[in-house]
């Protein structure tokens, strides 16, 4: 754990020249390669040698479950959903997803343990109890699901659709962990974005959650959303900090209506100016970090004492497609439209199109749509960025010990690449590693961007017209 950055002030970590200087769009890192890799070569085939593999070694499971139903829409959003009123479309999608895990559960290992669940979306909570518990029947009948309550099972929840009842019956079914969408509390911001909660709502969730001892409560809020302000940000932070999650997830709203068709509902005039941006970014951070709250990296923060933060230190963190996680040794299993599976070398996910989806699952086949195995060289990048997002520095001998390579040899063209990051006080080199400053952790997707061949191999390098257009930008 870096003390210096727990109890610094935003002052260290906030260079705005930098910050101008390499702001650019670039890609989540969530995995590496990225989701641009995948392709229809990949399916069953690859995913049963994996799955076979693990099962040799009793490899621990993380599960993920993709519900993608929503009420209304949330003008922002670019997660994967469906939204529907209509609560009978769900009824025959959880049919196929339960039956999705009995095809799935036919080829694991039934004594690999559950050690991490997570229930995603879309929101998890548009299911009524009875739906929900029918589902937890299943993964429990079909994996070995841990009864002492010392996995990490955790929802998503979108505060407007639960009561305080619905909270101890999602503890009921064994969960523990939750995190919710705040986004922001400001009524206007909410009208803007057709999202609504307020304070006092939460608050008494929270209060539920609490007495019912879920172990950690996590938050997202977003900024750069139309009609936010500072000021007006500052009293949702403020409203955040005195609900004290243990977690907050800060996430940079990124204006893409080409990619997200209901974004068009926004009206971009409405938008804060880039500068008024980065101050209500500045200005998060600073009061996070002064009220306690270690910066984890990317869009994330945690009390010292939670997992994440403790996980950093034991240095067992990883990054995942739910962005930070504690368990380096699961295989991860995605259930449901869209969601991606990481099991040994392969990455894999599942259909996009619920007919489709459907459809296979009648046919009795996993509903895999499009993966990628990993090759030697992408293993190597892949350890390298996950060590810099994770842990912000790479111990060269680390590496080479691991892939039998000679390092300044095999990355001579990244290390004359990070030149221009070392003089510009980002980054530090020596012959043993390279160890990210204060100042370059906000930009450490742009540092891993270094170590990503497939960005510098194409036709979309960091600075292309292409690379704007499918990636965020960093802030
Ligand atoms: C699947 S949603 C969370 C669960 C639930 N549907 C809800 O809205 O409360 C995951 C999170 O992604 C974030 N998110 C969604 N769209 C975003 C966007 N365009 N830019 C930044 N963050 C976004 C939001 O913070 C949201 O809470
Ligand atoms: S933010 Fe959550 S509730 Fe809103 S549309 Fe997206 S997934 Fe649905």
Redesign the pocket.
């Known amino acids: 754990m870096d003390a210096f950055l727990s109890h610094t002030t935003g002052k260290n970590i906030w260079q705005s020249e930098l910050i101008r200087k390499y702001d650019l769009a670039g890609p989540r890192y969530t995995s590496y390669p990225t989701a641009l890799q995948f392709s229809d070569k990949v399916g069953f085939e690859q995913w049963k040698a994996a799955v076979d593999n693990s099962n040799a070694q009793q490899t621990p499971l993380s599960l993920y479950f993709h519900i993608p139903f929503?009420d209304t829409v949330?003008y922002?959003?670019?997660?994967s959903?469906i939204i529907t009123a209509n609560k009978k479309i769900a009824e025959p999608y959880l049919h196929k997803l339960m039956r999705e895990i009995s095809l799935q559960a036919h080829h694991i290992s039934p004594t690999r343990s559950v050690k991490q669940l997570h229930w995603?979306?879309?929101?998890?909570t548009y299911l009524n109890h009875e739906e929900m518990s029918a589902i937890m029947s299943a993964i429990k009948q079909n994996f070995a699901w841990l009864n002492d309550d010392s996995g990490e099972y955790s929802i998503?929840?979108?505060?407007a659709g639960v009561d305080t009842k619905r909270i101890s019956q999602l503890r009921s079914l064994g969960f523990n962990r939750l995190?919710?969408?705040?986004?922001d509390f400001d009524p206007q911001v909410q009208r803007a974005v057709n999202?609504f909660n307020s304070q006092a709502e939460v608050k008494r969730l929270i209060q539920a959650v609490r007495q019912q001892g879920f172990r950690s409560i996590s938050m997202?809020?977003?900024y750069g959303l139309p009609k936010q302000s500072c000021n007006s940000f500052a009293r949702t932070l403020d409203c955040i900090i005195e609900l004290s999650p243990d977690r907050v997830?800060l996430?940079?709203?990124?204006h893409?209506p080409h990619l997200?068709k209901t974004?068009k509902q926004i009206d971009a005039r409405e938008l804060p100016e880039p500068q008024e941006k980065l101050d209500i970014l500045k200005l998060s951070i600073e009061k996070l970090l002064s009220a306690g709250y270690v910066y984890i990296g990317m869009d994330h923060f945690a009390k010292p004492d939670d997992e994440l933060a403790t996980a950093q230190a034991a240095g067992t963190l990883q990054r995942n497609f739910q962005g930070y996680a504690t368990h380096a040794d699961c295989d991860l299993h995605g259930f449901g439209l869209t969601s991606i599976s990481a099991i040994g070398d392969v990455l894999i996910q599942n259909v996009k199109q619920l007919n489709e989806y459907a459809e296979k699952i009648d046919d009795g086949v996993i509903p895999h749509f499009q993966g990628v195995v990993l090759s030697k060289d992408d293993n190597i990048r892949k350890a390298i960025i996950n060590n810099l997002m994770c842990h912000f520095q790479i111990t060269f001998k680390e590496i080479e010990t691991v892939f039998n390579i000679d390092f300044q040899h095999y990355f001579a063209k990244e290390l004359m690449l990070l030149k221009e990051m070392q003089n510009d006080g980002l980054v530090q080199l020596d012959k043993h590693g390279l160890y990210v400053n204060t100042a370059g952790r906000l930009l450490i997707r742009r540092i891993c961007m270094v170590f990503d061949s497939y960005l510098h191999s194409g036709a979309h390098t960091p600075t292309s017209h292409t690379a704007a257009k499918r990636y965020?930008r960093i802030i």
């Open positions: 929503c949330c922002y959003c670019a997660c959903k995603g979306g879309g929101t998890p998503e929840i979108h505060p995190s919710m969408g705040i986004q999202r997202d809020l977003i997830s996430f940079n709203y990124a893409m997200f974004q965020s």
